[in-house]
């Protein structure tokens, strides 16, 4: 590459069928760079955030497969080799991975921004739960352990550099690559400003406030527990948001006092925030954006002393822990909240040292670090012109 137009940018996911934190981390690197090209295994528009429809997205031949799209756990087996043969001929890769995007193959440089090692490859047992679901799911990674970890480390090798959102990240990966990764948070995802529209039933259902847990209905999300605390509190409302494979089974357990919903908009996802007294983050999270989201609204959270959280938390000005994610430490954190005066301010300006400005810089300043010298003044350049910030609320 030499002066000239600046180089190009691609970014890699590994699938975009859900609505969580990397996918929204994914639309931050879109807004990175504008007009960068999305290349991914599979793509379900009507199961991630609707944003991605106006986004140029290139796809596996797996996305044929309808099946595959709706329930991408189904293509465990198949996503190694389709993330070997997926090829990117833009100049440099940014790659958003949690087990698969990592593995693209790049013409250029290839930075590789990993929210955790593969969890279900390396922390099967937290990841996949108990139950018969869970047993099933140990049982399928065990059997293709030994070539997908031979396939995961040589894609690790394949990456000029890691990033990792958070320290507990850092040391994963160093632990399972070898890597030292600098440590660059991501950045929140919903900005308390824009558009609330009501979520149907639920000013009715709790007029005075409620408890909030955001998260996908996975095992390690722990949502479980937090249920079985609030059937303890019954005079104490809370509201749950998200879709997953125990969704069934926490409605059909729930006590009254706790309600489901899903596929919320953003402007509902505000509303829900808004409203809120706090949130609570008992799962196992490598960073875990919600308390954050929460945070721009100078809602508290009650977050399990793990993980990201311990990046995200500031315990007594933003927060409090509990040890354990057990039903009788989340009651007692509950309890212990409300008897504290929270200073709202005090937790969105905790919140506005993630803001998205500062990832989007050292982002693009570490995609330039790849490149030879006499394209990174181009390529500087081409970003330093380019918008800050843009979305439907700042055009």
Same mark, same amino acid.
């Given at each position: #590459?030499?002066?000239?137009?600046?180089?190009?940018?691609?970014?890699?996911?590994?699938?975009?069928?859900?609505?969580?934190?990397?996918?929204?981390?994914?639309?931050? #690197?879109?807004?990175?760079?504008?007009?960068?090209?999305?290349?991914?295994?599979?793509?379900?528009?009507?199961?991630?955030?609707?944003?991605?429809?106006?986004?140029?997205?290139?796809?596996?031949?797996?996305?044929?497969?309808?099946?595959?799209?709706?329930?991408?756990?189904?293509?465990?087996?198949?996503?190694?080799?389709?993330?070997?043969?997926?090829?990117?001929?833009?100049?440099?890769?940014?790659?958003?991975?949690?087990?698969?995007?990592?593995?693209?193959?790049?013409?250029?440089?290839?930075?590789?921004?990993?929210?955790?090692?593969?969890?279900?490859?390396?922390?099967?047992?937290?990841?996949? =739960?108990?139950?018969?679901?869970?047993?099933?799911?140990?049982?399928?990674? =065990?059997?293709?352990?030994?070539?997908?970890?031979?396939?995961?480390?040589?894609?690790?090798?394949?990456?000029?550099?890691?990033?990792?959102?958070?320290?507990?990240?850092?040391?994963?990966?160093?632990?399972?690559?070898?890597?030292?990764?600098?440590?660059?948070?991501? *950045?929140?995802?919903?900005?308390?400003?824009?558009?609330?529209?009501?979520? *149907?039933?639920?000013?009715?259902?709790?007029?005075?406030?409620?408890?909030?847990?955001?998260?996908?209905?996975? *095992?390690?999300?722990?949502?479980?527990?937090?249920?079985?605390?609030?059937?303890? #509190?019954?005079?104490?409302?809370?509201?749950?948001?998200?879709?997953?494979?125990?969704?069934?089974?926490?409605?059909?357990?729930?006590?009254?006092?706790?309600?489901?919903?899903?596929?919320?908009?953003?402007?509902?996802?505000?509303?829900?925030?808004? =409203?809120?007294?706090?949130?609570?983050?008992?799962?196992?999270?490598?960073?875990?954006?919600?308390?954050?989201?929460? =945070?721009?609204?100078?809602?508290?959270?009650?977050?399990?002393?793990?993980?990201?959280?311990?990046?995200?938390?500031?315990?007594?000005?933003?927060?409090?822990?509990?040890?354990?994610?057990?039903?009788?430490?989340?009651?007692?954190?509950?309890?212990?909240?409300?008897?504290?005066?929270?200073?709202?301010?005090?937790?969105?300006?905790?919140?506005?040292?993630?803001?998205?400005?500062?990832?989007?810089?050292?982002?693009?300043?570490?995609?330039?670090?790849?490149?030879?010298?006499?394209?990174?003044?181009?390529?500087?350049?081409?970003?330093?012109?380019?918008?800050?910030?843009?979305?439907?609320?700042?055009?």
């Amino acid at each position: #590459m030499t002066s000239g137009p600046a180089p190009s940018v691609a970014i890699a996911h590994d699938y975009l069928t859900q609505r969580g934190g990397a996918e929204r981390v994914v639309l931050a #690197m879109a807004r990175a760079f504008p007009g960068a090209r999305i290349y991914t295994t599979l793509y379900d528009p009507d199961g991630t955030y609707p944003e991605f429809a106006d986004l140029d997205i290139v796809v596996s031949p797996l996305n044929r497969v309808g099946p595959l799209r709706r329930h991408h756990r189904l293509a465990l087996p198949l996503l190694a080799p389709a993330s070997s043969r997926l090829e990117i001929p833009e100049d440099v890769v940014v790659a958003s991975s949690s087990g698969w995007a990592h593995g693209f193959r790049a013409r250029g440089p290839k930075l590789v921004y990993c929210h955790s090692p593969a969890r279900w490859l390396y922390l099967t047992r937290e990841y996949a =739960g108990s139950g018969v679901r869970g047993r099933l799911t140990s049982a399928v990674a =065990g059997t293709l352990r030994a070539p997908l970890v031979r396939w995961d480390r040589r894609a690790a090798a394949s990456a000029d550099r890691y990033l990792a959102n958070s320290t507990v990240v850092h040391a994963r990966i160093a632990d399972v690559y070898g890597l030292d990764a600098d440590v660059l948070p991501p *950045p929140h995802g919903v900005s308390a400003d824009g558009a609330r529209d009501p979520v *149907p039933g639920v000013a009715e259902w709790a007029p005075h406030g409620y408890h909030l847990v955001v998260s996908r209905l996975l *095992p390690y999300k722990n949502v479980q527990q937090v249920s079985a605390a609030f059937a303890r #509190m019954p005079e104490e409302p809370l509201l749950v948001i998200g879709a997953g494979p125990l969704r069934d089974q926490l409605v059909t357990a729930a006590t009254p006092n706790v309600r489901f919903v899903q596929d919320l908009t953003d402007a509902q996802l505000r509303w829900a925030y808004a =409203g809120a007294t706090a949130l609570i983050a008992a799962s196992l999270e490598d960073f875990g954006l919600t308390p954050l989201e929460a =945070g721009a609204f100078g809602k508290p959270v009650l977050a399990l002393r793990d993980g990201g959280y311990l990046d995200t938390v500031d315990e007594g000005r933003t927060g409090l822990f509990f040890e354990r994610s057990e039903p009788e430490q989340i009651v007692d954190a509950v309890r212990a909240a409300q008897d504290r005066a929270w200073d709202q301010q005090a937790i969105r300006d905790h919140v506005a040292t993630f803001a998205e400005p500062r990832f989007r810089a050292r982002l693009r300043e570490a995609v330039a670090e790849l490149l030879p010298i006499d394209a990174q003044a181009t390529f500087r350049k081409r970003w330093q012109d380019a918008p800050d910030y843009f979305s439907e609320e700042n055009p």
